[in-house]
């Protein structure tokens, strides 16, 4: 029998990235500048509810905050999307890890808490990769500090790691019989990282995307 013949397949597939995209639409940047700063974080910079314009417009504090919420949110609607496939069959909990994964990404992005006005979803994907697997999370954290370091520009380490995904799952997994849903599923997180980015992707191009200063320097 087909796993999505069984009974409850459904049910339980839904569950799982109803659950998912509730853990995403908790946007901790707006929740911390909120809090915090007693202001919206979507209402300066790029308007973009992340780490990033979080870093730029209030500083440490709160940034740590949405780094660990966002960082945590991705970690536990993978887990929580395994656990929730795996009670209707073990060979299912990376289908669940996946749903999980593709769906707190969608609630970071149109949070149902905050307007559906949200982020672009890295460090929630970067919290679920580390659960899908580590080693692939690994080099792509390295890949973003390099990136990132070098050029400067956040989103040209986020653009490019999302681009890489699917090319080391692809090295990882070619031999084993889960390359096919971890590829669509590296595929599918991919586009929407650049879907994402397309403002940034326009200004990386033109020349004006923003580079962030060197501890020291100015610009």
Do not use: Q, W
Not at 60 to 86: E, Q, R, W
Request: charged share 15%.
């Amino acid at each position: 029998m087909k796993y999505f013949e069984m009974p409850g397949f459904a049910l339980y597939a839904l569950l799982a990235a109803v659950v998912g995209y509730l853990l995403g639409s908790v946007s901790f940047s707006v929740i911390a500048s909120r809090l915090i700063a007693k202001d919206d974080v979507r209402n300066h910079g790029s308007g973009n509810a992340g780490f990033t314009n979080m870093m730029r417009n209030y500083g440490k504090l709160p940034s740590a905050v949405t780094l660990i919420g966002d960082f945590s949110k991705g970690v536990a609607a993978v887990l929580l999307g395994g656990y929730i496939l795996s009670k209707l069959s073990p060979d299912l909990k990376i289908l669940g890890e996946v749903i999980g994964s593709v769906s707190v990404f969608v609630g970071h992005v149109f949070p149902l808490f905050f307007s559906f006005r949200g982020g672009k979803g890295v460090l929630s994907t970067a919290g679920a990769v580390l659960i899908i697997d580590y080693r692939i999370f690994l080099i792509l954290v390295a890949a973003f500090a390099v990136i990132a370091l070098t050029s400067r520009i956040v989103s040209l380490a986020s653009i490019s790691t999302a681009v890489l995904l699917p090319i080391l799952v692809f090295a990882f997994y070619r031999n084993d019989g889960g390359l096919k849903l971890l590829l669509i599923y590296s595929i599918i997180i991919c586009l929407m990282v650049l879907i994402t980015h397309r403002e940034n992707i326009k200004r990386l191009l033109n020349g004006t995307e923003y580079r962030f200063k060197r501890k020291g320097k100015t610009e």
